[in-house]
């Protein structure tokens, strides 16, 4: 499941439908509070977890050889909660990933989320693995990619693969040069990055 837009960290309620706070009086002894507070937003994390672990259980009851991932945006959750880490606790999930995506940083804002964010993303998938013993996946950013930063997908993969992450995702195919919004600006540069990147793990496997 990629990027599973199921946010707690909003002011919006996301749902008041009968089911939820009929569930939500069953779990807290009280009704649904009409004003957003802390109680309803870790029912609503519960909500999540609990719809997760569901869907893992389903797809492995209808078939035991399915792969289950799930892949987290690199938000804080991810990068300062042990949120990730609780997910492990979820026996049929198999695989855990992130996206940290650079947005549109340029220069040394470029740089310092690759040391930062980029490079915290890649421990936290590394102790997953090697504590938690939970396949990992990393996104490489190949959309909206400004022309001059290429080098950095080059550079993404091999934080990646310095810590031990072997399955180093990108989206998306060819730069996403077929759609308009999305498209890098240089697609076929990005393109060709990414493939030297690959390739130069490839060889280093060897």
């Not at 421990?123 to 938690?132: A, E, G, N, S, V």
Request: net charge neutral; hydrophobic share 35%; aromatic share 14%.
């Amino acid at each position: 499941w990629n990027n599973p837009f199921s946010r707690t960290d909003t002011h919006l309620w996301g749902c008041r439908c009968p089911f939820c706070q009929e569930k939500y009086r069953q779990e807290n002894s009280e009704f649904m509070p009409e004003t957003l507070n802390e109680s309803v937003n870790r029912f609503k994390r519960k909500s999540i977890w609990d719809f997760v672990a569901w869907a893992c259980r389903e797809a492995k009851q209808y078939n035991p050889s399915i792969l289950t991932s799930l892949c987290l945006i690199t938000d804080d959750y991810f990068l300062k909660s042990d949120l990730p880490f609780r997910l492990t606790e979820i026996e049929a999930l198999d695989e855990i990933g992130t996206d940290p995506y650079w947005g549109v940083r340029v220069g040394t804002e470029l740089e310092q989320y690759l040391r930062e964010e980029f490079t915290q993303s890649c421990l936290i998938l590394d102790r997953i693995q090697t504590q938690y013993h939970k396949r990992v996946q990393i996104w490489i950013k190949n959309f909206l990619v400004k022309a001059g930063t290429e080098e950095a997908i080059q550079r993404a993969v091999e934080l990646a693969a310095r810590y031990h992450i072997t399955n180093i995702m990108a989206w998306s195919y060819k730069g996403t040069c077929y759609m308009s919004k999305m498209k890098s600006e240089q697609p076929e540069l990005v393109w060709d990055t990414l493939c030297r990147a690959y390739l130069g793990l490839r060889k280093s496997e060897q």
